[in-house]
């Protein structure tokens, strides 16, 4: 049974930093490509960062490009989002998803398992 378990939102002041971490298990993790999604109140489900797992290639949206990081440790089954320079709208719930499929993913759809989410709330 696969399980993505997502860690380390919290609230944190504009200008400030988070790192996001999301423990998986049940599956291959070197053979998933694994994203990270955001849901803000009212808004639908976005795409933030994924790493592909093959070619090791990363993909982001432009709201986060230049502030955030993905990085993933296929010895740990880890995948994790340095966030840095956050502001207002980076608020919401984080979501770790994983998927067999090969490339820089960045559909939900594509994604065949994902977590319960971690909440971020930045303050001004």
């Known amino acids: 049974q696969v399980q993505l378990v997502e860690s380390g939102g919290g609230l944190v002041q504009a200008g400030g930093s988070l790192r996001l971490s999301c423990a998986a298990s049940g599956l291959t993790f070197s053979r998933y490509t694994m994203g990270w999604f955001r849901q803000a109140p009212g808004k639908e489900h976005e795409f933030v960062a994924v790493?592909?797992?093959?070619?090791?290639?990363?993909r982001y949206a432009d709201s986060v490009k230049g502030r955030f990081t993905i990085s993933r440790d296929n010895a740990k089954n880890t995948v994790d989002l340095q966030m840095n320079s956050l502001k207002q709208e980076d608020t919401a719930v984080y979501f770790c998803?994983?998927?067999?499929?090969?490339?820089?993913?960045?559909?939900?759809?594509?994604?065949?398992?994902w977590g319960q989410g971690t909440q971020v709330t930045v303050s001004s």
């Open positions: 790493f592909s797992w093959s070619g090791s290639s990363t």
């Open positions: 998803e994983a998927s067999p499929r090969q490339g820089l993913l960045a559909l939900r759809e594509s994604y065949n398992y």
